[in-house]
Structure formats: structure tokens, C-alpha cells
């Protein structure tokens, strides 16, 4: 009663091009690139008209073992990737010493214009132009996408695995617990909560004396012993000469060491569910009886919130870190509180990084799955691109570009627009990971550069999109391009080809499709390319992986749009604004200035990159604005430090950090279909 | 760097006895069960005195791939386990198809006197009797334990691996995240915790007609559709003829079907974690301002608690559960609330049944692991035994029993004492899966039963025990030994066959463990039997083997302490206290008398087994009463009914749900050591 039959290797066809060779060898060009097979497993969908739901399609193919997959297309043996089950699996990291020297294949981003409620099909297409390279092209790809938070799945959105005939699967492994990689961050993330309560509890009802013969308690003749992960706090208060020997400490070392002085106030810790729980948005803890402290005569309750646990800096670390020394380093620096001295406690203040660092190790792999037909794909780390930095793994991308090998190619997406994953692929994870991006392709479509003309009626969620929509128009498409203007520029800038996407959908008149093509070819595109991936897989995306493949032949010059170390941080915040957003200026909070100040008083923390934290739906900072506002002034509310993921986050209004659950969320749909033999799931979208 | 090096299966030595041939055919019952070779992966430890930390015993062993241990053993195939990593997997349940038809194999439980803090070695001891039976006696053998809560491990207590030689590992498999089923749990009990908070706020902010309009909403031609999820809930209001058109409903109908009408007063479902976080013990939630009914004028707020996550109901439920189908049904009784006219509200009602049944689906198949001697082991399900019925699995139980043949032994593990986990295994889980054990295991230790003299000094944390404890003192052990008859007395009194094991320690005299085998066969034990597998694995604890197996030859008579259908609740309650407690009558609070008499009246509910939650210290209600106390009264304070997992609750005091963390937890020890390499985990115990 497994839920899913174990499929033999045989099940799967060996590389099954549908172009004819004439066809791929119609242009010097192709011939030279798609010499070798790009993957044994790959096996072009059977589309069917019209499109069946997403799971009925992904449930209509049969996977290939996963292993199989990667040994095909990489060359990778048994022992590279450990199964967590058939279809998913994570790459064993060992493999990194075997693949450090060798070159680096085509880095692909892949982001869009402003989403819309009608659906721009983003990570279909990076799924899509992936099947198009590895199954028609005959190139080594790699997919690399975000694991989804599973609040989304069954609240509102649904899963994330692409959609129609480009998808990465089986549904139910991506969309659901995968290999628990968001899990662990629950577990670490809340264990640092947990840490911090107790300890403030502890600290306001024990004596320093009683908690220093608790954390170095003296054996029968008086001798004391630092645990190892007490020395970070030690060299912080420059007691690293006396770790051999805690005797040597003299009773005001004592208080110090034992005494962090948490300001309850400024935890800005909280907790986090991978759930859509709004009931948790603001919460108080501490109310029973085990919380009063006698000593003070208290019940040392506090305020705090939930966030969704992809918004957790651990998540951003996981994408960040590039390997597990650099992952133990990261989550060390945390900050979750400061003293009532002003100064920032970090994890290595509980001697608890080891710790978070252990819960992590299992997560820091990336998984291994595979699209639709049949070509390799990482899912890795999930932060959302409106709160965090909304792009995939670094380690992924790292590990993926030697996989591919020089000529091949790795697709990766960023969250949202161009202004929101796209501008932090460049200059936070680009910044960390030192890699540099080829080409980034905009993915776009008719009907939503429609809404972005800000002339087309507004969607309403549960009704069908107005006749605007659905007949052509090309006066509100032509309008609605500037939004798609202003990203092809935001890319330009940053010195990396940029090839639109514009996915096709039914309404779509061939005249509009043309409109779109023309408008973003003068305006700084390298390509646009109408794609049909949802409709048949690969093969409808040929034409937009030729346009990437050949855009990654031509100059490129990746630079960061500002100098992270030597711009002072308002300067940052100015620069992303008026070159990416189009706005005029910047104004600030109160509560922003103050911990502007306090950070650009901090060299460790001036130095960082920004993260900016605003609404995906605009350019600006008002979700009203679609199209591509221009002048406005922007409004920090308030600004924070992720010092362990590296980034300080500007805040640009009321982003929340935790979803609801709508009246009839999508739990209703999900459940198994026992008259299915296995039993299989049904109702993921 | 992967964390641990992938092991050939050529490192594991074919089964290699260190007992010799003339010793294992010495009597003629030993020739006749020894004639197969046990386990083609054992491999005998080689101690080491004194025995280095639990972390260090395990890192010293090579692990087997732990599908070679499963075929070695069992003879499974490549697709009958699937591997999560090389030492952890799942078995398929395929396989039950194959299996289900077999003969059972010997059922031993295995549990101990009341704990004390100075340790019996229970969980050790399991495993310590399967590496003798499998490594050592050539037997066809299975542990099945508990998965640990991570709470304990990063808190107080540690792992529960076992001790010493006698572990199942690597640690940090076991320790850690395992296979996900824990955060399956936390994650499916949070969804249900979201929904119906969530719920409530909507009922108590829209009209039931908006939220017909969301549930059931109209397509263009006015046609509506119920989801299947929406069936129980029409079934219970009688309108399952109704279920093929919405439009049927009378508005009356309709306002009953979309208004659970929600008592907020008598939610129970808690929201849970799997951290020892004290400060969510008590907690308010909804303070945002999105929790603000217009429609009342009033923040929509709730005072209410979190429990670790091995309290949730799902726990038991997973626990005892025998199939997919079976979890299901289980899911969707568990009471959440009761509406305000007093009916109980369950996850069916918010068709959320089928989302829960998809979240721990993978969580079902039981976990494949191996003891340090290479025998094979199942994990699988925690709940504790003082709040919840403490036994592993029935599903590992199930296929475990098929699994090792006819001549085999399974060894499963019951929580704390024989009145704790031991009263549950009887006559929940076995009442649950039809099985009848054969043996019982009582393990206690010299030490253990000098503090249940009650005229030992008391045990002080970070102190080392009197002087009474490591010197010879008959007196002591003879009066603890009371102890000790109360669970021999209620093992027998359940038809089993009970076999002490005394748990050898370096300050025990020869002539304290003969007393105490004395002792215990003069009052029932068909054996009792020293044991050292903790400094000696397996080759310790022969003698306990063999007298265990013996024990599976003698009659067996198992039967249920009460008559879960027919008595009355009162009486179920008063048979475990006076048969198995040893006490005199039972009290109820005025609380517990108003659950019981809702209880008593509804006939799903009285036909239910118990589930006591109190201390596991005493075989009374109150924790200081060591020994075996008699006469007392217990206290019931509170009942409820788990309708899911499918037993009452009877609470007879303040147990928490939440343990704390202390001030110097687990976690300051537990780091990655980067001077090894691979780098391992270091500090886990």
C-alpha cells in the first residue's frame, strides 16, 4: 500500500527529441550546441486539449526514480544522492570536493513582471524552458526552484511546482513535506525562541550566583569547566584568555557572562508555523504560573507574533549559506534581542548555534527532484521575495553550475517582479554566492500587461476577468508594457541579457503576441518569445530556450547596482529605488531613522547588503500603482538587521508575515482517493 | 561532505557468534530455537571500559546501509524499504499484501518499575535483549521503539536511543528529525488549531449566507456543487440526500450546515511544538486587528495553550493506527470543540479530514533503523506514557510480528512502569490491534529499588547519590522490592508471563541482585535475570535473552483488565486503580463528573478504553509515594475524550504538556565538531 508504484528505469525512454535533426541543425548555431544528449530520462509529455488540472497531469506520468534521473543526466553515482524515497532525494554534499574545480555552465534567472491576480506563469516557464533545453534541445539543464511553504498550499495559492505540462513532480512530495527542509527550520527557528524566553525568565528570577552554578557548575574540588559554546560569548566580553578555567573570572565577569540583560522590548525574535495561522499574527506568551518570577513579583509575559516559517532568517541562511561552516557561522550572529545597554544579543550569546546548527545540517543538501519530462531539478529553501530575499539556494546554483558542466545550463528562479526576487538574486545572492548570471528571462503576459495599463477593469477574485481580457486590445497592451519596459531596463542595469517571456494564453490575439514581442525587443530585450509550456510542455517552449541559449553566448557584464561595503545605507535604499523601482525619493519613519542610525554606526552592519521588504504588486511602494509609476516618493516605516543572513531588511509598509486562511480554504479540495489503488492524492493545485 | 562516510556492505561481518557452538546447544530448547542464522548483518560491539559517552559508543560502530540489514534479516527487497538516507528508511506497505497472511512471531513488551531519576535503562534494555537475541542466539528478531520527541533532546533529558552498547543508531538519525513524522504531526495539528480559530472568526464575523456563497458558491447558471470533504458534515445533519445539489437546502439548512457555532469556551485542541518552550503554556492569541469583528464589535480573542507535539491526539492516532484508510477514519472523529447547544464539533465538520489524512500519509510507514550489534529496528510514534498511552506503533507491531516468522521475536517498548505504559499496551494498543503479547519484561535496577524503599536518601540533581547507593544494603532492596512485586503483579494479572530484568550497575553486590532475583520469582516472575548489555551489548543481556524466550514457550493467558464495551466508565477507572495502582477508591473532581456523565450518556464515547494521565513516579497519584503504597484515594481532575485515537482521557492532576527548558539545557553540548571529518555531531546523549 505504498501511495505511488515503484517504477522501473525501463518505464522511462532514452533521449526522444520530437524536432527532427534537420530542424535543430537549421542554423550553425544549434548544431554546435546540441551535440551531446542533454538527458538519457527525458521523455516529452503527451499533451491533451484542453489542459487537465495540474495534479491530473502530473498524476498522468509516470516519474523516473530520481537517482536515475540525475545519474543520466550528470553522470552521478548511487552514493551522490541519497533517496528519501523514489522521486526525491538530496545531493550528497560530498560531491562538492569531486566538482570544485571545474567550470561553471550558463547561469539562467528567471523572474517576471509585477504579478497580477490573472497569473504570469513564472515558475511554469522556468520549468518550461528547462524541459524545452534538456528534452528537445539536447543541452545539460537543471531546474533549481524554491520548496513552498505549505500554509499557501492549503490556504489560498495552492503549491508551487509549476502548472499544465511544465512541472516539477510528484505533486505530492514537492507541494508537501518534501525532505523537511522547512521542518528544521520550524524546529531551529522556535528552539532560539524557546532559549530566549526561558533565559529572560531565568535571568529575572535567579540570582547570577545560582546561574553561574547552573551553566559551570564546580565538581567535588571546586574545578569549573566553559562549554565550548560559551567561548564566543567569552571573546565578545574579551574573556577569551580565561576559557580554561572559569575560577579565574572575578564576580563582575560573572554577572556579565551570565546575565544577557534581554530588554523584553526588543525581541524581535518571534516564532513561526509553516501554516496560515493568522489567529497567531499577535499573541502574548508567559501567562501561567510557571512565568511569575517571585524575585521581581511579575508574571514576566511578553507580547510577540508568528511569522510564517519561510520568512525566518534561518530560511534565509539556509538559501544563503555556502556550506556548513558557513551555515553554523550564520545562524551564530543572529541578533534576536538587544541588552538594556543597547547591545545586540546574538545566538552565540546562548550557546545554542551549535545546536540550531545541528537541526540544520540535514537541510542543507539540496533535493533532488525532476520536471514532467524527465529532466533533473534542485528544490531548495523558500524564502518569500515580499518579506526575505525570495530566491532558491545558493548552494543549489553552486552545485548546479558544476553539474551542467561549461556548455550547459541552470535555471533559476526569483521571486516576483524583477524589482522584488529579481534585484536580490542580484545583489544579495549573487553578492554572497560570487556567481554571475547570464541572461534573466522576464516572464510576462498579454492579459496582465492589460492590468498594468491601469485602463483595464480591476479582477475580481471568483469572477471571470472582464471582455477587456479576453478580446484584443492593443491600446491597453501597448500601455500596459511600460511595467514590462521598466524590468527589461531593471536587468539591462544590471549588466545581464535580458529574453522576455510572453506566455501565451488562448485569448491572446496573434496581434497583441506581435505588440508585446516588438515593444520589448526595442526596448533593451536581447529577445521576445511567445512560449505555450503550459499547454505542451517543452515543446511549446523551443523557440524562448533557443533565445536563452543564445543570449548566454552574447556580452554580458553582471554588476551589483551599489557598492554594498563603501555606500552608506540611505545611499543604497536611494539607488534600488529610483534606478529599479522609477521613484524620486526616499522618506523615513522615526522608528527607521533610529535604527538607521544605529547601523550605520555599526561597520559590521553598515556593510551589508539591503532587503528591501514591499508589496510584489507594484513598483512603488502602494499596491495600487500598477504599470510603471513614476516620481513618487517611497516611505520607510522601519528597518531591521538580518545579520546572520547577511542583509538589513528596509521595511516599506505593512507586509504581513502570516497569512489567513480564506472561508473555504483549499483544505476542503485535498484528500485521498481510496478507490485509486495505491491510494493517491487529490485536490493539490 | 556528506556527514557520515557511505559504507560499503562488506564492512559488516557475516553473523558471527561469540558464544561458542557447545554453549548455545547445552539444553535441548536452545538447539531446537537456535537453528537459523538470526541476522546476516550482526556484528558483536567490542566494549570498551569504562564505557565511553552514548555519542561515543555510536560514532565508534560502523552503521550498515540499512536496507542490507532489512534484507540480511528479513529478506526484503530493494522496493520493500524506502531509504531516507543510508541508515534510515520506510517500509513500504506494499508489503503487508505479502505479509499479511503469515504467522506471528513471539510479542514481548518490555517495561520497568516506577522510574527515578537514577535510571533503569529500559529503552536500553530493549534493545540490549534484541542485539542478544539477534547478534547472539541466532534468532530472527525486531525492536520496535519510539521515535523521541526532539523537546527532551535539546532540553533535559536527552535521546532515548538506549545506553552504552546496547543503541539503536546513528544518534543523529534518531535523535533528530528521523523521517519527518513528528513535524507531520505538529504540521497537520496546527492546520486543524488555524482552522478552526480561523473559523470561528469568520462565523462570528460574516452571516452564514456570505459564507454559503464561499463554501458553495454559484456558477453562472446558479448550480452548485458540495466538496466530498462537506459529506460527513451533511451526513451528521441528516441531509446526505441533499449532498448532489446544494441548492436543496432550505436557508434553514443552509445556516446549519455553515454555522458550527463554535463555543469558543470549550476548544481543546491546543496548538502544539516539538520544543520544550515553557512560555507557551498559557497564551493569548487573535490580539491583531485582524481578529476584530465589525459584526460583534469585539476582538475575536482566545486564551489557550500549546502541548510538545507527542501529546497530540494525532500522535496516539498514528500510533494506533493499523492502516491508511484507518487513519483516515480516526482523523476525522477527533473532537476539536463543542458547539454552543453542546455538540461535539470533530475535523469532519470543517471537511479538513482529507488535508490531515494527505499531511501524514508518509508519516505512517513505520522507520527502519539498526541496534549498534547490526539487528534490525523499527521507530515509530512517540506519545508519551503520562499523558498519552506511551507505546510505539501498532503498524510496526503488525508487520514487525510477520516480519521476524513464527520463531521470531518482536520486542516493543511501553513508556515508564507497567502501571503507565504497560496497563496501556494491555488494553489500549492490544485491545486496538487484536494482538496478545507473550511476555513481559519488567526492568528495574538495584539502585532504583533502594530509592523505593522509601528510607533511601533522596536523589539530588548534580549530585552524586549517598553513600546507601553504592554500598551493599540488603535491608534497602528488600523493601523496594515492593515495588517491583506491584509490577510482576500486574503483568501477571494481564495472563502475561513476566521476566525481571535487573539492570546490573558497578556498585551493585552479587548478593543485592540475587535478592532481588529471589524476590521477584518467589512473587510471580517466571525469571529474573541480571543483565549488563549497557558496558557488554547483546553478549550481556544472553542469559536475559533465553530466559526471555523460554518465557514466549510457557502458556500465556492474555487478557483485558476491564470490559472496555460493557463497564462503565467509573468502573474501568476503578479496576486500574485498585488492580493495577493498588490503591483504594477514586474521587472526582466536579468538573470530571460533568465530562463523565456527557460521556457516560453517549454510547460511542462509554465504549471506550482509558487512557490515564498521571505521574509515572508513583504507582499512586502523587509522586513522592514511592514503593508501593496502598489505601490511597486517587483524584480524578479533569476527563476528555480522544474520539479520534479512540480513548477517554482520565487526568488525575496537573501533568504538563509542556516541559521547560532548565537553565543550562541539552543544547549547550550539541555541536558539529569541524576538526573531524566528516564533521560530526557531538554533544547528543
Redesign the interface.
Known amino acids: 500500500?505504498?501511495?505511488r508504484p515503484?517504477v522501473a528505469v525501463a518505464a522511462a525512454a532514452p533521449f526522444a527529441p520530437v524536432l527532427s535533426k534537420r530542424e535543430l541543425k537549421c542554423d550553425g548555431f544549434w548544431s554546435k550546441k546540441s551535440s551531446g544528449a542533454g538527458c538519457p530520462t527525458a521523455k516529452p509529455v503527451k499533451p491533451v486539449s484542453p489542459v487537465p488540472s495540474d495534479i491530473d497531469v502530473a498524476q498522468s506520468v509516470t516519474p523516473v526514480l530520481v537517482k536515475e534521473v540525475f545519474a543520466g543526466a550528470f553522470g552521478l553515482k548511487d552514493?551522490d544522492i541519497?533517496?528519501?524515497?523514489?522521486y526525491k532525494g538530496?545531493i550528497?554534499?560530498?560531491l562538492?570536493?569531486k566538482l570544485k574545480g571545474k567550470p561553471n555552465g550558463h547561469y539562467v534567472v528567471v523572474c517576471g513582471i509585477n504579478p497580477t491576480p490573472l497569473g504570469e506563469g513564472k515558475s511554469t516557464t522556468t520549468v518550461g524552458v528547462s524541459q524545452a533545453l534538456g528534452a528537445f534541445l539536447g543541452q545539460k539543464v537543471l531546474t533549481n526552484i524554491r520548496q513552498p511553504s505549505?500554509g499557501p498550499t492549503?490556504g489560498i495559492k495552492g503549491g508551487a511546482a509549476g502548472g499544465g505540462y511544465a512541472q516539477c513532480f510528484p505533486m505530492?512530495d514537492f507541494n508537501?513535506?518534501m525532505?523537511?527542509d522547512i521542518?528544521?527550520i520550524?524546529?531551529a527557528h522556535?528552539?532560539f525562541?524557546?532559549?530566549i524566553?526561558?533565559r529572560y525568565?531565568?535571568e529575572n528570577s535567579?540570582s547570577a550566583k545560582?546561574?553561574w552554578s547552573?551553566?559551570c557548575?564546580a565538581d567535588k574540588s571546586g574545578k569549573r569547566q566553559f562549554?565550548?559554546?560559551?567561548y564566543a560569548r567569552l571573546e565578545k566580553l574579551g574573556l577569551s584568555h580565561k576559557k580554561h578555567d572559569p575560577n579565574l573570572l572575578t564576580e563582575e565577569e560573572i554577572e556579565k557572562f551570565c546575565v544577557l540583560d534581554i530588554d523584553p522590548n526588543t525581541i524581535t525574535w518571534k516564532?513561526v508555523?509553516?501554516?496560515?495561522?493568522?489567529?497567531?499574527?499577535?499573541?502574548?506568551?508567559?501567562?501561567?504560573g510557571?512565568?511569575f518570577s517571585k524575585k521581581k513579583n511579575e508574571q514576566l509575559k511578553?507580547?510577540t507574533?508568528y511569522g510564517i516559517t519561510v520568512s525566518s532568517e534561518i530560511m534565509a541562511i539556509l538559501a544563503l549559506a555556502t556550506?556548513?561552516?558557513d551555515l553554523?557561522a550564520r545562524l551564530g550572529k543572529m541578533i534576536c534581542c538587544y541588552s538594556r545597554k543597547g547591545e545586540p544579543i546574538t545566538a552565540d550569546d546562548f550557546?545554542?548555534?551549535?545546536?540550531l546548527?545541528?537541526?540544520m545540517?540535514?537541510a542543507l543538501?539540496p533535493n533532488t527532484m525532476q520536471t514532467l519530462e524527465g529532466t533533473p531539478a534542485l528544490v531548495h529553501a523558500g524564502p518569500f521575495a515580499n518579506i526575505a530575499h525570495g530566491n532558491s539556494s545558493i548552494i543549489s546554483d553552486l552545485i548546479g553550475l558544476k553539474l551542467v558542466g561549461k556548455d550547459g545550463y541552470v535555471l533559476t528562479e526569483a521571486g516576483f517582479g524583477s524589482d522584488m526576487g529579481g534585484e536580490k538574486f542580484f545583489n544579495i545572492k549573487c553578492y554572497y554566492s560570487g556567481l554571475k548570471p547570464d541572461c534573466a528571462v522576464i516572464v510576462c503576459s498579454v492579459r496582465a500587461l492589460k492590468l498594468h495599463s491601469c485602463e483595464a477593469p480591476k479582477i475580481v477574485a471568483?469572477q471571470a476577468p472582464a471582455k477587456e481580457y479576453r478580446e484584443e486590445n492593443l491600446d491597453l497592451v501597448e500601455k500596459g508594457c511600460a511595467n514590462l519596459i521598466a524590468h527589461i531596463q531593471n536587468v539591462r542595469k544590471h549588466g545581464v541579457q535580458a529574453v522576455v517571456a510572453i506566455n501565451r494564453f488562448s485569448t491572446d490575439s496573434e496581434a497583441e503576441l506581435a505588440l508585446v514581442k516588438k515593444i520589448a525587443e526595442e526596448n533593451g530585450a536581447f529577445a521576445a518569445v511567445v512560449a505555450e509550456h503550459h499547454a505542451k510542455g517543452g515543446a511549446g517552449a523551443v523557440d524562448l530556450g533557443r533565445a536563452v541559449m543564445k543570449a548566454c553566448e552574447a556580452p554580458s557584464n553582471f554588476k551589483f547596482l551599489y557598492d554594498a561595503k563603501k555606500d552608506a545605507i540611505k545611499t543604497k535604499i536611494l539607488k534600488v529605488v529610483q534606478e529599479v523601482y522609477g521613484g524620486a525619493d526616499v522618506k523615513y519613519s522615526e522608528k527607521a531613522e533610529a535604527a538607521l542610525a544605529r547601523y550605520e554606526a555599526d561597520p559590521a552592519i553598515s556593510c551589508l547588503p539591503i532587503c528591501m521588504s514591499k508589496t510584489q504588486y507594484s513598483l512603488s511602494d502602494d499596491p495600487k500603482k500598477l504599470g510603471a509609476p513614476k516620481g513618487f516618493t517611497i516611505t520607510v516605516q522601519d528597518m531591521y538587521v538580518s545579520a546572520g543572513a547577511g542583509f538589513i531588511v528596509v521595511s516599506l509598509g505593512d507586509i504581513t508575515f502570516m497569512p489567513?486562511?480564506?472561508?473555504?480554504?483549499a483544505?476542503?479540495?485535498?484528500?485521498?482517493d481510496?478507490n485509486h489503488t495505491?491510494?493517491r492524492?487529490?485536490?493539490?493545485s
Request: aromatic share 10%; with cysteine.
Open positions: 500500500m505504498w501511495y515503484l552514493q541519497l533517496s528519501y524515497g523514489p538530496k550528497n554534499l560530498d562538492w570536493e505549505m492549503f505530492e508537501l513535506h525532505t523537511g521542518h528544521a520550524t524546529a522556535n528552539l525562541a524557546a532559549a524566553d526561558t525568565y531565568h535567579s545560582f546561574i547552573r551553566l557548575p562549554e565550548p559554546s560559551m516564532r508555523t509553516d501554516c496560515n495561522d493568522k489567529y497567531l499574527r499577535k499573541v502574548e506568551v508567559g501567562l501561567s510557571s512565568e511578553r507580547t507574533s556550506d556548513l561552516k553554523r550557546g545554542i548555534t551549535g545546536a546548527a545541528v537541526l545540517m540535514e543538501p471568483g489567513g486562511l480564506p472561508i473555504k480554504p483544505y476542503y479540495k485535498i484528500d485521498l481510496f495505491p491510494p492524492v487529490v485536490g493539490l
